[in-house]
């Protein structure tokens, strides 16, 4: 089975840039949509931006603008671009890899462990 591994995250000041990273490693079946959450101390998990397989790409409002998702569906990475950095953005990240039915819908998904933002202020 294979596992998700990010990297990238840190410790930023605000206006700040940081670039995470989601790989595989081992195998994982056949994926369509490749995605970045993140989940604040005391929130819920929210969806920060997805890529999918046809280049089709969606983003949170409170990121547009700000982050960029990009992905190589040959080699199974995804990637988050992160500019003018918020301390509203401190969250732990998360990658999700998926073959979605519907968006949002998945009949089969991989998560990472997260990796830890800290935006100072």
């Known amino acids: 089975q294979g596992q998700l591994v990010e990297s990238g995250g840190g410790l930023v000041q605000a206006g700040g840039s940081l670039r995470l990273s989601c790989a595989v490693s081992g195998t994982i079946f056949n994926i369509n949509t490749m995605g970045w959450y993140r989940q604040a101390l005391g929130k819920q998990r929210e969806l920060v931006a997805t890529?999918?397989?046809?280049?089709?790409?969606n983003y949170a409002d409170s990121v547009k603008g700000r982050f960029t998702i990009s992905g190589d569906y040959a080699k199974n990475t995804a990637y988050l671009q992160m500019s003018s950095l918020k301390p509203e953005d401190t969250a732990v990240y998360y990658c999700r890899f998926g073959r979605a039915l519907l968006p949002g819908l998945y009949e089969y998904d991989y998560w990472g462990q997260g990796t830890q933002v800290t935006v100072s202020s």
């Open positions: 890529i999918t397989s046809g280049g089709s790409t």
